[in-house]
Nanobody, 115 residues
């Protein structure tokens, strides 16, 4: 089993920045990639960003150029630096860990962008 614990969500004004963290524990040696998804009220969960063990990254179109994903392998932690936040970035952000045939999810952290 893998446990994922997010932190760093909160309320921020449009144009502001926020950093999310996700700490992984458990059977993490089998994890191939980690990333972030988000779900806004009434919408489907969507990809925000993902990073492989080798450092390859992929971003959702809505956040390209504004968000940056990174990882600290020594601390088994993934970060999401969010800049130039928009109202439409408001959502619950979920940490995701992937291994062959299985997805693991954190409990989610609320990010609210509001003036």
């Amino acid at each position: 089993q893998v446990q994922l614990v997010e932190s760093g969500g909160g309320l921020v004004q449009p144009g502001g920045s926020l950093i999310l963290s996700c700490a992984a524990s458990g059977s993490i040696s089998s994890i191939r990639a980690m990333g972030w998804y988000r779900q806004a009220p009434g919408k489907q969960r969507e990809l925000v960003a993902i990073i492989t063990g080798g450092g390859t990254t992929n971003y959702g179109d809505a956040v390209k150029g504004r968000f940056t994903i990174s990882r600290d392998n020594a601390k088994n932690t993934v970060f999401l630096q969010m800049n130039s936040l928009k109202l439409e970035d408001t959502a619950v952000y979920y940490c995701n860990g992937q291994r062959v045939g299985t997805d693991y999810w954190g409990q989610g952290t609320q990010v609210t962008v509001s003036s």
